[in-house]
């Protein structure tokens, strides 16, 4: 009987033994399949993290941007051409002028007098070489003296009166009527706004491709959401550094290598629906280096 127990209970054993390895097998099988699946997805997402990197580097090697930049425009100094009083201010301040509107008026009286002795001298130069049957060189050119100092002084007065010379904007005007103006003294500025242009100071390290004639995008940060289309006009021959009034002495102390800016010139395409341009306002551009000819052989 005992013999028959004891054969029982190691008959009971043995399938619980293979039950054990069969699960410690079941395991391993189970670590090792997400092992490898594990080994796949972070294969996956190397491949994916330098592909994402590649192409990131690819962009803005080909697509290379600044946000240093500021909106640009041609500016006029008025300034007056004769001495006299100001008698008359017809403009406003930063109200759009057009070319030939009058801006302001100096008191005329002394011009017009001016003009007047001038004529009246032309005429007795004209009366006291008349009687003679053919005017003598002497008479000849006291005329011609009278006729030039009338053609000043109507010359003078005509710039009493000062007009716009391009359509623009008006900056600040501080002159007020009673003031003196003095001739070559400015007054006050106008923005040319025939022309605007974006200065967008690039890194040396993204001159490579860039060249005029390229395409451009720019975002004024005044006008949010709104995009301009631009082209490359010219690139400074020197960095902004080297045009300033203390360019940095390399050669003596301490020196830290820094990568300098060069200013590029990208003007603007506006259309009739975009916004008025401010100058001076703040900007982002990219320029795109594979719309030229030349930047397609270079770009493979």
């Known amino acids: 009987m005992q013999d028959a127990s004891s054969n029982?209970?190691?008959g009971q054993k043995?399938?619980?033994?293979?039950?054990?390895?069969?699960?410690?097998?079941?395991?391993?099988?189970?670590s090792a399949f997400f092992r490898s699946r594990l080994a796949i997805v972070g294969l996956v997402v190397v491949v994916a993290i330098g592909?994402?990197?590649?192409a990131y580097w690819r962009y803005f090697t080909l697509y290379p941007s600044t946000d240093n930049a500021y909106v640009q425009a041609n500016i006029v100094q008025i300034a007056p051409l004769v001495t006299g009083e100001v008698t008359e201010v017809d403009v406003k301040e930063y109200a759009s002028v057009k070319s030939?509107?009058?801006?302001?008026?100096?008191?005329?009286?002394?011009?017009?007098?001016?003009?007047?002795?001038?004529?009246?001298?032309l005429s007795l130069a004209q009366q006291q070489a008349s009687p003679a049957p053919a005017q003598s060189p002497a008479a000849k050119a006291s005329i011609g003296q009278a006729q030039a100092a009338v053609d000043q002084a109507r010359l003078e007065m005509d710039h009493a009166t000062i007009k716009a010379p391009v359509d623009g904007i008006v900056g600040r005007v501080l002159i007020r009527p009673g003031t003196i103006a003095r001739a070559g003294v400015g007054l006050f500025p106008i923005v040319d706004n025939s022309k605007w242009w974006v200065d967008a100071n690039f890194k040396e390290t993204d001159l490579a491709r860039i060249e005029p004639g390229q395409?451009?995008?720019?975002y004024i940060d005044l006008f949010p959401g709104h995009e301009f289309t631009g082209e490359v006009e010219a690139i400074s021959p020197a960095s902004a550094a080297a045009f300033s009034l203390l360019p940095a002495e390399n050669a003596t102390g301490s020196w830290v290598k820094v990568t300098q800016r060069f200013p590029v010139r990208v003007s603007l395409t506006?259309?009739?629906?975009?916004?008025?341009?401010?100058?001076?306002?703040?900007?982002?551009v990219t320029v795109d280096t594979t719309s030229s000819k030349g930047s397609n052989s270079a770009a493979k």
């Open 100 to 121: 030939g509107d009058v801006l302001l008026r100096i008191d005329p009286a002394p011009f017009d007098a001016a003009l007047k002795a001038a004529e009246a001298r």
């Open 51 to 54: 592909g994402f990197g590649y």
């Open 14 to 30: 043995e399938p619980s033994e293979a039950d054990a390895h069969d699960g410690v097998r079941l395991s391993h099988r189970i």
């Open 8 to 10: 029982g209970s190691q």
């Open 270 to 284: 506006l259309q009739p629906n975009d916004p008025t341009m401010r100058l001076g306002a703040s900007a982002a």
């Open 215 to 218: 395409k451009a995008t720019v």
